[in-house]
């Protein structure tokens, strides 16, 4: 509901969740099905049925993993991923440490509905101040029965080293990453996203104590805020 902050908090519930314009939810556990409204965000490892919305999805405990049967991002739901290291290992699941922020998504149709420009997914790259062309990052969504590359190419992909801003492109349209989707066995099957510099880029790492309190609003960049979907 609106105003509500969840901090490391156990959630269950067989009906719908609905995070309103104001509302940060944060928390573990299994529910039905999540609405994310405009100005709401959803963070931690809830998993549930089908996520929605036209708010922003923070996954993760930094970093972390989040499970649900299918996602419908039509009313623009945007994303802010989390990238803190090399050849993640998710086994087992759920890891006791993991590296990068995942999605995963286990139903047949994994997206209801596919990305376009107006979805926001807002990539950090932490604790590192580099990344040389040609480093291969893994991470961020996964499909368990079907390759998804077509329902998230036609997203918005801004790219940050720590908290510097290094570029936006359309999918891998773009001078600074190429995305893709790979085979994973990590959870058994599937594809995850793969992204892999096209050159170098350096940045600044904010102090950990900074990082806790911009955590997850900076990705939200205050543009939700602002109502610029209203």
């Known amino acids: 509901s609106s105003g509500t902050l969840i901090v490391d908090g156990n959630i269950a519930s067989s009906s719908g969740v609905t995070i309103e314009e104001g509302a940060l939810l944060k928390g573990s556990g299994t529910v039905s099905d999540v609405t994310v409204e405009l100005g709401g965000i959803l963070a931690g490892t809830l998993s549930g049925n089908i996520l929605s919305g036209a708010g922003l999805v923070a996954p993760g405990n930094s970093?972390?993993?989040?499970?649900?049967?299918?996602?419908?991002?039509?009313?623009?739901?945007?994303?802010?991923?989390?990238?803190?290291?090399?050849?993640?290992?998710?086994n087992p699941i759920p890891p006791a440490d993991c590296v990068n922020d995942v999605v995963r998504i286990t139903g047949a149709v994994p997206f209801l509905n596919p990305m376009t420009a107006a979805n926001e997914i807002n990539i950090y790259f932490r604790n590192m101040k580099e990344i040389a062309a040609g480093t291969v990052f893994t991470g961020g969504f996964h499909a368990d029965l079907s390759d998804f590359y077509s329902d998230i190419s036609g997203a918005l992909f801004n790219y940050y080293l720590g908290s510097s801003y290094i570029g936006s492109s359309i999918g891998s349209a773009g001078e600074w990453f190429t995305v893709a989707t790979v085979d994973d066995v990590a959870f058994g099957s599937g594809k995850i996203m793969q992204f892999t510099a096209l050159g170098d880029y350096s940045g600044d790492v904010p102090e950990p104590s900074t990082l806790l309190l911009l955590l997850p609003f900076i990705g939200f960049g205050l543009k939700k805020w602002r109502g610029k979907k209203a």
């Open 63 to 90: 970093p972390g993993i989040t499970v649900w049967s299918q996602v419908d991002p039509l009313l623009e739901l945007d994303w802010e991923l989390e990238f803190t290291g090399l050849n993640p290992d998710y």
